[in-house]
T-cell receptor, first 112, second 118 residues
Framework: SQQGEEDPQALSIQEGENATMNCSYKTSINNLQWYRQNSGRGLVHLIL?????REKHSGRLRVTLDTSKKSSSLLITASRAADTASYFC????????????FGKGTRLSVIA | GAVVSQHPSRVICKSGTSVKIECRSL??????MFWYRQFPKQSLMLMATSNEGSKATYEQGVEKDKFLINHASLTLSTLTVTSAHPEDSSFYIC??????????????FGPGTRLTVL
């Protein structure tokens, strides 16, 4: 079942601007992960944030997690045209062999 | 790092035929693999959990007699779409955790198989 809701569903920005995508979920989690997917391609793992972490950085990516609000955000700074893709959050209950549950995703378009 | 492969990457078949998709963990053993389906412009939806040596667990609404899953070894799970119809056209993705990586937080995804049923 799909538990995550992401907003916005689609986002169009100019190159150099920052892009923020949000994700909400419903159940308790062990960690939350963000993935990127170019059109028609497989998933690329971007970043994982554990339930006891509040913020994490990786290059131009910044992820926050608020477990009290059951929400997470992904910020891409200084966006580039190559960042154009769909971005998904996925929650992991983390009991060992549980699947990831994906949000609906945000389609990001970065215009050069 | 751990790698999961899928074969074929793309398949086109006629309506009514069966298609087998393989998912392999290349450098680790996976007792559990997951199969997802993704329709155009939508997110990944879990179809089933594939368990080595036992029956797969299917999500609600997924027909187990139509989507046959066989996890015959610790490195291979297969998904067979039986009597495929055009509405089965989709992107099928498998994933697995590497239990050798501590708590195994990271799931490794295959590159996906695009099925087109004519």
């Amino acid at each position: 079942s799909q538990q995550g809701e992401e907003d916005p569903q689609a986002l169009s920005i100019q190159e150099g601007e920052n892009a923020t995508m949000n994700c909400s979920y419903k159940t308790s989690i062990n960690n939350l992960q963000w993935y990127r997917q170019n059109s028609g391609r497989g998933l690329v793992h971007l970043i994982l944030i554990r339930s006891n972490e509040r913020e994490k950085h990786s290059g131009r990516l910044r992820v926050t997690l608020d477990t009290s609000k059951k929400s997470s955000s992904l910020l891409i700074t200084a966006s580039r045209a190559a960042d154009t893709a769909s971005y998904f959050c996925a929650t992991d209950e983390g009991s060992g062999n549980t699947p990831l549950v994906f949000g609906k995703g945000t389609r990001l378009s970065v215009i050069a | 790092g751990a790698v999961v492969s899928q074969h074929p990457s793309r398949v086109i078949c006629k309506s009514g035929t069966s298609v087998k998709i393989e998912c392999r963990s290349l450098d680790f053993q996976a007792t559990t693999m997951f199969w997802y389906r993704q329709f155009p412009k939508q997110s990944l939806m879990l179809m089933a959990t594939s368990n080595e040596g036992s029956k797969a667990t299917y999500e609600q609404g997924v027909e187990k007699d139509k989507f046959l899953i066989n996890h015959a070894s610790l490195t291979l799970s297969t998904l067979t779409v039986t009597s495929a119809h055009p509405e089965d056209s989709s992107f099928y993705i498998c994933s697995a955790r590497d239990p050798g990586q501590g708590a195994g937080d990271t799931q490794y995804f295959g590159p996906g198989t695009r099925l087109t049923v004519l």
